[in-house]
């Protein structure tokens, strides 16, 4: 018998159906706000200009494609340390970590190595979040529990019940938090709420795993890792996953970075071992070129003020299209709370295809949107299809 026809068929990813989808449409006014990447003015999704530059030089300095070994770059994770952490991190000697494919390859180490330490531990993450991360946390073994965390009704955290859940949870669990600009929410915590949460942390001794993949793209570089920044100096051991894919738009270049807090240098060495351990049976070596390219932009200080200027200037972009949106009817004024790419609408499945047949409008069957996705010729007709659906 065929070891394949033991296989069941797999759900297609329904956002990946629905790229499929909106690019077979030919519609000339079809609106995309379905994919989750950044678009500018003319919903073209650019190369930014120190990334342009970057890889120019690369290819000018680079003589050779030889392996460089599991953990990738080393100088451009030693780079990343002060942009996630700040300039004065201090906890060198109990920070261990290494370059990934994308944030995703960052999440899969993260919950092999909570397996490999406790396979008993519960992952508790807040409903709805990526659905990824789901599908991840399930792939490696481990269990996922749910807490309240997105109120539909009030279109806000239900914060007293994200803390009421996490004060039931068993010691050494795993909470899993996203650091700024909630996808597919856009809640994120304020910093009130973060030290609330820090405190139930580290008193229940849960392990926090950040997933950090906009940072930059909510309320500014800096703004956007005050909460995890607060959190990392209240606790002893914490996981952060990076992506490099959104603030420097990298997609397909596949640039992250996984960062593990541990106890002391000695337990550094050996989640270091196991971290190298874990690379080896996935990808081996991540792809180099991404993360050459972000190393010379956090090496050259013009290339780091100009990839900071235009990622300010995204982000201006998108929270100038949430203004936009929330002005022009007072049924997207949540929105104005929220950061980042995305938002959901309250829509019902029907007024979703309703919306996708009638006006080319294209959203993930939940009702997120990608606010980024929307251009000034877009806004007024995009305005004026939710309000006839609702
Ligand atoms: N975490 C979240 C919350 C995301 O939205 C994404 C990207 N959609 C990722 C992680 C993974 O990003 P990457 O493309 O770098 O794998």
Redesign the pocket.
């Known amino acids: 018998k065929s070891v394949f026809s033991n296989l069941k068929s797999q759900p297609a990813d329904a956002l990946l159906e629905l790229i499929a989808l909106c690019r077979e449409d030919t519609r000339e006014n079809k609106i995309d706000v379905g994919v ?1 990447v950044f678009c500018d003015d003319q919903g073209h999704t650019p190369v930014m200009r120190a990334v342009k530059a970057a890889e120019i030089q690369l290819i000018h300095e680079q003589n050779t494609k030889s392996y460089l070994g599991s953990a990738g770059d080393i100088e451009f994770f030693l780079r990343l340390i002060p942009v996630v952490f700040g300039n004065d991190f201090k906890d060198h000697e109990r920070l261990s970590g290494l370059q990934t ?5 960052a ?1 899969r180490l993260a919950f092999d190595l909570i397996h490999a330490g406790n396979p008993n531990a519960d992952i508790h993450y807040g409903n709805p979040t ?1 659905v ?2 789901l599908q991840i946390i399930a792939n490696t073994g481990l269990n996922s529990i749910s807490h309240p965390f997105y109120n539909r009704e009030k279109r806000q955290i239900d914060f007293d019940a994200v803390l009421d859940d996490l004060k039931q949870v068993k010691r050494g669990d795993v909470i899993l938090l ?1 650091g700024c600009c909630h ?1 597919p929410t856009g809640c994120d915590f304020t910093f009130d709420q973060w030290k609330a949460l820090s405190e139930v942390i580290s008193q229940k001794g849960l392990l926090p795993v950040i ?1 950090l ?2 940072q930059g793209l909510g309320d500014g570089l800096e703004e956007d890792v005050a909460g995890l920044r607060w959190l990392s100096q209240q606790v002893d051991e914490m996981i952060v ?1 990076y ?4 603030n420097f738009g990298l ?1 397909r270049e ?3 970075a996984i960062f593990v807090l541990s106890q002391n240098a000695e337990s550094r060495k050996i989640v270091q071992s196991n971290l190298i351990a874990s690379t080896r049976t996935h990808w081996s070596m991540p792809p180099d070129h991404g993360a050459a390219a972000v190393r010379i932009i956090l090496e050259n200080e013009a290339l780091y003020d100009s990839w900071q200027t235009e990622l300010n200037a995204m982000q201006q972009r998108i929270s100038g299209n949430r203004q936009s949106l929330a002005k022009a009817d007072s049924y997207f004024a949540p929105l104005l709370q929220q950061k980042g790419m995305f938002s959901i609408l309250p829509l019902s499945p029907e007024q979703i295809k309703k919306l996708r047949i009638e006006n080319a409008i294209y959203m993930a069957p939940s009702g997120r949107i990608n606010v980024a996705g929307l251009t000034p010729t877009t806004i007024d007709p995009f305005v004026k299809a939710i309000q006839k659906v609702i």
């Open positions: 989750g494919p994308g944030g995703t390859g999440l990526w990824n991360h996203h996808n997933d993949a906009y996953t992506s490099c894919d959104k997609y596949r640039t992250g």
